[in-house]
T-cell receptor
Framework: DAGVTQSPTHLIKTRGQHVTLRCSPI?????VSWYQQVLGQGPQFIFQ???????GRGNFPDRFSARQFPNYSSELNVNALLLGDSALYLC???????????FGPGTRLTVT | DQQVKQNSPSLSVQEGRISILNCDYT??????FLWYKKYPAEGPTFLIS?????DKNEDGRFTVFLNKSAKHLSLHIVPSQPGDSAVYFC????????????FGKGTRLSVIA
């Protein structure tokens, strides 16, 4: 079975631009979460979606938004990029009611 | 305010010996704990977990111990192998399932042949 997939793998953007990151969960997983990992830190929770509805939001500004589609795939959007948004963005999927989340390989975003 | 703390940024162990990675938490609402392993350029890989109703969970070479009163957990790897060299993250979540994971900063384990 395929694991969580994310695209693109790497991305370079300029300050002020917009970016869209994509994620496909493991087949059968209806919950998708997004995390940001900066160097030297653990992943930090951004959003969680289940059945296309937002179920949780971390301490991130409104420039960050996300959505989940009927096939349970998800997009993370970041507007007005700042240098500090440079990070590894991780998507994780899980079964309903499960604590265990399974991560994709991540998208490395560099903002210059 | 770090709710999950891994106070050792790095650990070096000889091949074949035991690796012990430690994790402390402050939030008493956490009731489920997980360990993830991360290689460079890859996402975290789920390793092992433990519910707060247990004090030990074992899976092959990996054992996680939980001390609720001390708000402390540890991951034991026996015997350690060079392929275990990676960054290990401790994570915690609260009831019910599907709640966000709160991660520590990670411990880099190096297993020396």
């Amino acid at each position: 079975d395929a694991g969580v997939t994310q695209s693109p793998t790497h991305l370079i953007k300029t300050r002020g631009q917009h970016v869209t990151l994509r994620c496909s969960p493991i087949s059968g997983h209806k919950s998708v979460s997004w995390y940001q990992q900066v160097l030297g830190q653990g992943p930090q929770f951004i959003f969680q979606y289940y059945e296309k509805e937002e179920r949780g939001r971390g301490n991130f500004p409104d420039r960050f938004s996300a959505r989940q589609f009927p096939n349970y795939s998800s997009e993370l959007n970041v507007n007005a990029l700042l240098l500090g948004d440079s990070a590894l963005y991780l998507c994780a999927s899980s079964l309903q009611g499960s604590h265990e989340q399974y991560f994709g390989p991540g998208t490395r975003l560099t903002v210059t | 305010d770090q709710q999950v703390k891994q106070n050792s940024p790095s650990l070096s162990v000889q091949e074949g010996r035991i690796s012990i990675l430690n994790c402390d938490y402050t939030n008493s609402m956490f009731d489920y704990f997980l360990w993830y392993k991360k290689y460079p350029a890859e996402g975290p890989t789920f390793l092992i977990s433990i519910s707060s109703i247990k004090d030990k969970n074992e899976d092959g070479r990996f054992t996680v111990f939980l001390n609720k009163s001390a708000k402390h957990l540890s991951l034991h790897i026996v015997p350690s192998q060079p392929g275990d060299s990676a960054v290990y993250f401790c994570a915690a979540s609260a009831l019910p399932g599907n709640t966000p994971l709160v991660f520590g900063k990670g411990t880099r384990l190096s297993v020396i042949a």
